[in-house]
């Protein structure tokens, strides 16, 4: 600091903290998170139901009978008619409440961040968030006791039962008809993931009626299995660079790194999709794959997103966004669960 000036140092100092000179702060505040998709809830059907147990019905054609052979001019014998099965999940509600004191709201905050509508625009999008990470997990459905026991609805990974693979110990969880909940899953002992095991459930929601059109998991699994498909590992299922068949020199080129979808066996094209909100588990150490149809899967909504005013109880505003809400799985056999997935572990092919 010069001794013969009056300089900026003097200014900043004067008067201790913040000193003479007025800050320069940016009137923006900057999000990184909140551009990231909701993948799950963008590609299920949007549905909603009038009571917090919804069910609907399933059924299925009969086995073909290879022994079908009637003789001529005999009576009808027997009844081939069949019923289908009832299947049900539980509501859950989601709430985010917002209190902003009435000074806050009045004085000039940077980015408006101390104002009721910044900060329900905000909580909504964490309510939507909350949604798709539960929706896409291994939560087991709970009925709401109307006490202390809050209704939750079943993830998807506790919801499908029949076309899976877990590690060792590991087992499935599924829809209970005599209790009416669905089952979480047992965690089992995190392997690698192998493009047999993928090829495999796909066989199964193949031959049981099933064309899947979306394999999704958390990003690292996603990049395991570009890499694989890329490499020389993953012969003779990996990517080759697309010939320029033209024989023109195009003015740009772009690289190509990344796979975004898959044409698998049977004619099956699965679009490759990393859902960033998916949470691991088993202490934070495994990932589930899922392979899925989307038009058997659906969100449902008592009566949509909710932004209520709450009652004032002082020198404060408040307002409680909220959703009653619930997934369907239509038919957890039109999709295939790979879970213990180790997402540092290399994809191999077998």
Request: proline share 5%; hydrophobic share 40%.
């Amino acid at each position: 600091m010069s001794t013969a000036n009056l300089d900026a140092a003097d200014l900043a100092a004067a008067l201790s903290a913040p000193g003479l000179i007025h800050e320069d702060v940016m009137d923006t505040v900057y999000n990184l998170d909140e551009g990231i998709p909701t993948p799950f809830t963008d590609m299920v059907r949007s549905g909603s139901h009038s009571n917090p147990f919804s069910e609907w019905t399933e059924d299925d054609l009969n086995p073909p009978d290879t022994a079908n052979a009637v003789v001529d001019g005999s009576d009808a014998v027997g009844n081939d008619t069949k019923l289908g099965a009832r299947l049900g999940n539980r509501q859950q509600i989601s709430d985010k409440v917002v209190r902003i004191s009435h000074v806050s709201e009045a004085v000039d905050s940077i980015g408006s961040v101390g104002r009721m509508a910044y900060q329900t625009a905000k909580r909504l999008l964490d309510l939507r968030r909350d949604v798709e990470a539960i929706a896409v997990g291994r939560q087991a459905s709970q009925a709401d006791d109307g006490n202390t026991t809050p209704g939750l609805t079943a993830g998807l990974g506790a919801w499908i039962a029949s076309n899976t693979d877990f590690g060792a110990t590991g087992a499935p969880g599924g829809y209970n008809s005599a209790t009416k909940i669905v089952d979480a899953p047992t965690e089992g002992t995190i392997r690698a993931l192998t493009w047999t095991n993928v090829r495999d459930r796909i066989e199964e929601v193949y031959n049981a009626g099933g064309y899947p059109s979306v394999l999704k998991s958390i990003p690292a699994v996603i990049k395991g299995i570009n890499t694989f498909l890329f490499g020389a590992g993953g012969d003779p299922y990996r990517a080759a660079p697309t010939a320029n068949v033209q024989g023109v020199t195009p003015a740009t080129q772009s690289a190509q790194g990344w796979i975004t979808v898959v044409l698998s066996d049977f004619g099956i094209s699965l679009s490759l999709v990393d859902n960033r909100l998916q949470q691991k588990y088993n202490s934070d150490t495994a990932a589930d794959v899922f392979i899925l149809d989307p038009a058997f899967l659906g969100l449902s909504y008592l009566t949509g997103y909710r932004n209520d005013v709450l009652g004032k109880t002082g020198h404060s505003d408040m307002r409680m966004l909220s959703v009653d809400w619930m997934t369907k799985c239509f038919r957890e056999d039109a999709h295939a669960l790979i879970a213990d997935v180790d997402p540092t572990a290399s994809v191999t092919a077998t």
